[in-house]
C-alpha cells in the first residue's frame, strides 16, 4: 500500500506531464528495497530538480534514494544515513560514536556522533552499492579517506568533465 505519490525515477506520476517531489512522494530506498516516502532535505532536493529538469524537456533521474539526516545539539552532531540491516560494526571512544551496517557484501547505512569527517566517504559507499570486497573498510571504519579505494575507482571519483 502506498503511503505518498508513486512516481518512477524521473519524478513522473502515472498521469502524464504531472510530477511530484518532496514530503508528498515515495522514492525507492536503495537500502531497505521498499518504495517509501523519504521526507527529508537531500532527497526532496533531488526529487525536486530531478523533477525539474523533466518538466522542462530534460532529462534526469533519481534512481539512488535512501535515508540522510544530520543535527547538532547540545554541542554533539549526528549523522545518520540507510538502513540498519545487516551486520553492525561499532567503534565508541569518548564522545565519539560509529556505527556501520553491512549486508549481502554492502554497507547499508550508518550512525556517526561527534565523527563527520568523511562522511560523504560513507554516503557514496551506499549510494553506489560499492561492494566491500573492492575497498579496504577496515581502513575506512576508522579514518576514512580515498586512499581505501582501489586506483580505478579514485580516478573515477576524481574525474572532472570539461
Known amino acids: 500500500m502506498s503511503r505518498g505519490v508513486v512516481t518512477d525515477e524521473k519524478q513522473q506520476t502515472s498521469l ?25 532535505l537531500p532527497n526532496a532536493y533531488r526529487q525536486g530538480y530531478t523533477a525539474g529538469v523533466n518538466m522542462a524537456g530534460g532529462e534526469a533521474s533519481f534512481a539512488d534514494a535512501m535515508p540522510l539526516n544530520a543535527i547538532g545539539f547540545f554541542g554533539s552532531h549526528v549523522l545518520t544515513a540507510g538502513s540498519y540491516e545487516g551486520e553492525s560494526f561499532v567503534q565508541a571512544e569518548g564522545d565519539v560514536y560509529r556505527r556501520f551496517f553491512c549486508k549481502d557484501g554492502v554497507l547499508k547505512g550508518f550512525i556517526l556522533v561527534n565523527s563527520p569527517e568523511r562522511a560523504g566517504i560513507y554516503t557514496s559507499l551506499i549510494r553506489n552499492q560499492t561492494p566491500l570486497s573492492e575497498v579496504d573498510f577496515k581502513s575506512l571504519e576508522g579514518a576514512p579517506n580515498l586512499a581505501a579505494f582501489p586506483r580505478a575507482a579514485r580516478e573515477r571519483m576524481l574525474a572532472r568533465e570539461v
Open 16 to 40: 502524464q506531464n504531472v510530477y511530484a517531489a518532496g514530503d508528498c512522494a515515495e522514492s525507492f530506498d536503495i537500502t531497505s528495497g521498499v518504495r517509501k516516502v523519504l521526507a527529508l
